[in-house]
């Protein structure tokens, strides 16, 4: 049943309850980012024994997670704000952790690439139930530091999946060099290791008590929501593909299909086009997807909240600090996937020492690149409209030589160091450009914002970056020249900071007057 404070009282301090569901939410993130990257450190393994090659590991790693992840957030976020969040988040750890054990039976890269999408829909109920349920847990002037706590879980998590995947496999593998119980070998042991906990975590987050929406601010209880799940497939109608087509007509009718149709034949004839050139077909069609995706929830949104589509998809500036943060993304998703592989590959590292090296190291990275790049990035921000986006251009810039030396190592003691500070100049970017996002909207559309930021980084970063360096390490035979071609993106990057910089004073300042001539009332 919900819990709620007091009627009308405006909580100033967190109960001990409250601590309570935060210290299992920040479990649960930590197991959201095992299950996501525990790839990495088992992808040699794999590779060998699927008879896979690096752009399949890319594909599995970024995309096949990547596209699906992104495409149910929007209308796993609608669930979230409508129906109850603890059931919501159950049942999404007990698709992600069963999918990631299940991974463990794969015995072809076509059953992997299956279980790493239903790893990427279930992690998608993740952050939209705990952000929702921390708020209404936390007061305001808390709510930060909880929401600070809890993302913590991504750095730990990332970090942890890389030491316990490399520990598991190699005494596996030790333990049983033909093949221990039921035949499985030191990869599929790692996914069983790290996805079966996560189905009992789930056990434990039901118990977890439902707070009453926006009565830790002393606001009265809302309306429940009559059709919670007729609202989920409204959203999905607007991006999940075919119900695309049908959710076109039902809103613009003709018109609304033929222009939904118009950008269907564009991106089949991009994708068709691309595989005639030898392009393999699972990726492409992936991204095909997500693409098309994304242009049918655009247009939908036009029609449906014109203010909204304004200030987003209509604002030069909102789009160039999106692409400029999700082509930092496309390189630093890419290092991350692609150092554990490095260090086993090139560096002769067990998988053991490249886990705990390159997770703890990657943790310690990304906690101080966040933290610190979003207290440079305020401070900036006091001074001038745009400032938090030269920690955007600074993200940009740094990490590229420091990436291009790391992947380019012959020693350890050249490797580990560049990686690191690579990464803690490309996590420095994430806070500053998240948050301009948020200037640039109203409060009402913040959540669209966020939406709309994480689509472009997720399909910009992780559904191709880590990709495309597989691709051209299959075609090239090197994997440091798979990294380094990547680094095309990096001027593209440059560019459209610089050009967010010019341009988002002039959007912030005009922001309610655009809203207003959109239809808004303010």
Not at 177 to 190: K, S, T
Not at 251 to 276: H, K
Not at 428 to 433: E, P, R, T, V
Request: charged share 15%; hydrophobic share 55%; with cysteine.
């Amino acid at each position: 049943m919900a819990v709620a404070v007091e009627e009308g009282a405006v909580t100033q301090r967190a109960s001990p309850y409250a601590w309570y569901v935060l210290s299992i939410l920040f479990l649960v993130y930590i197991l959201n980012f095992v299950d996501r990257q525990i790839i990495s450190i088992l992808a040699e393994d794999i590779k060998r024994d699927l008879n896979l090659e690096d752009e399949d590991l890319g594909f599995l790693y970024g995309t096949a997670f990547g596209v699906f992840y992104a495409l149910f957030g929007i209308p796993l976020g609608r669930l979230a704000d409508s129906w109850h969040r603890v059931r919501l988040m159950t049942i999404g750890l007990a698709l992600w952790s069963t999918m990631t054990a299940l991974s463990g039976l794969s015995k072809t890269g076509g059953h992997l690439a299956a279980a790493r999408i239903g790893v990427g829909i279930g992690e998608a109920t993740a952050s939209p139930s705990a952000y929702s349920l921390i708020s209404d847990w936390f007061p305001k002037r808390l709510r930060a530091t909880a929401l600070s706590i809890y993302s913590a879980g991504l750095y730990v998590g990332g970090g942890v999946s890389l030491f316990i995947g490399g520990l598991v496999v190699q005494r596996w593998n030790a333990a049983y060099p033909d093949g221990g119980p039921w035949g499985l070998v030191g990869w599929q042991a790692a996914f069983m290791a790290v996805g079966l906990p996560g189905v009992l975590l789930a056990l434990w987050i039901a118990t977890l008590r439902e707070p009453v929406r926006g009565a830790v601010e002393g606001l009265p209880e809302p309306p429940k929501h009559p059709a919670p799940f007729r609202a989920f497939f409204d959203e999905l109608l607007t991006i999940l593909p075919p119900l695309t087509l049908f959710g076109a007509w039902r809103e613009g009718r003709g018109r609304g299909l033929a222009v939904n149709l118009l950008g269907l034949g564009v991106v089949v004839a991009i994708v068709a086009t691309l595989i005639a050139f030898g392009e393999p077909k699972p990726q492409w069609f992936a991204v095909g997807i997500g693409a098309y995706a994304v242009y049918s929830w655009a247009t939908a949104l036009r029609r449906r909240d014109a203010a909204t589509f304004a200030l987003i998809v209509g604002t030069p500036a909102f789009l160039c600090t999106v692409v400029a943060y999700g082509l930092n993304a496309f390189l630093s998703y890419a290092a991350s996937f692609w150092a554990a592989p490095y260090a086993m590959r090139v560096l002769g590292q067990t998988p053991a020492e490249a886990g705990l090296m390159i997770g703890s190291l990657g943790a310690l990275a990304g906690f101080l690149g966040v933290t610190l790049g979003g207290v440079v990035a305020d401070r900036l921000r006091r001074t001038r409209a745009s400032g938090r986006l030269w920690v955007v251009l600074f993200g940009a810039v740094m990490k590229a030589p420091l990436l291009a030396l790391a992947f380019t190592a012959e020693t350890t003691t050249l490797f580990y160091p560049a990686l690191f500070l690579g990464q803690l100049c490309a996590s420095s970017a994430l806070g500053a450009a998240a948050a301009t996002t948020q200037d640039l909207v109203l409060p009402r559309m913040r959540g669209a914002a966020t939406a709309t930021f994480f689509i472009g980084t997720t399909l910009l970063g992780l559904a191709l970056g880590p990709y495309l360096a597989g691709r051209v390490s299959t075609l090239s035979g090197s994997l440091s020249t798979g990294m380094l071609s990547l680094l095309f993106a990096v001027p593209i990057a440059v560019a459209c900071a610089i050009a967010a910089i010019r341009l988002v004073p002039a959007a912030e300042a005009t922001r309610e007057a655009r809203a207003r001539a959109a239809g808004e009332v303010i």
